[in-house]
């Protein structure tokens, strides 16, 4: 009789990342409760931007709170994608999780700053900096959506390349989404500055995404 070897995945650490997370998301309900309410109601209501989003308070310990969630979030879907893909790459790379966890946080970061200097050079600080506040508002909120599906994932349904990648279409999509409202409520500025808005589009929202598919797929992660 042969035996065939199976290998067993522990999600011991998974659980106390998750757990983290809940306590992230957790902390910034208890702390500021009212803002929450404000901020889970954004797909039916823009009640969060006029009142607590007025002074784009992007470092408000609220944003900071959610944004450590998101990263945590982000790059657990991201890791349980890789894992499913390249199960013995994943299982001989004991860092796998630290690596996109690090890759994640320093994308977001850099595009943000870099967005900052572009707003200082054209003049245009107060009205970028609406637009990135709306942005990691709506980053924040899909977050929550991907930690529970990070739960289903992990816990409860066994996932496929398929079902994980139509998870991951969903998210952009409900992104593009989002920018779309973003972009519309701004519109008559936008059209004033078509150009510019056109330019900033191909340069700082398409291009990088392109850059990582092209180094991903250079890579053979997909």
Known sequence: M??????????????????????????SR????????????????????LVQGKNNEIGHPFNILLFAGQVLSFSLFFYLLFRTVHTEATLSNNWLFI?????????????????????VVFAIEPLFNQYLYE??????????????????????????V??????FG?????????????????GKLIFRNFFYFILY????????YFILYKVFISEGVF
């Open 135 to 160: 942005k990691l508002t709506y980053r924040n909120l899909l977050a929550m959506g991907v930690f529970i599906g990070n739960i289903i994932f992990f816990y409860t349904f066994e996932p496929t």
């Open 201 to 208: 589009l191909c340069a700082l929202e398409i291009s990088p």
């Open 30 to 49: 208890y702390l500021y409760p009212q803002r929450f309410l404000e901020f889970i109601l954004l797909p039916i209501s823009n009640k969060y931007y």
């Open 162 to 167: 398929n079902s994980l990648l139509i998870f």
């Open 2 to 27: 042969d035996y065939i070897g199976r290998e067993i995945i522990s999600n011991d650490w998974v659980t106390y990342l998750m757990v983290l997370c809940f306590i992230l998301f957790s902390l």
């Open 170 to 186: 969903i998210l952009v999509l409900l992104n593009g989404i989002s920018l779309f409202y973003s972009y519309k409520t701004n």
């Open 99 to 119: 690596q996109i966890c690090t890759v994640y946080g320093a994308f977001v970061l850099c595009k943000y700053y870099l967005d900052k200097i572009i707003s």
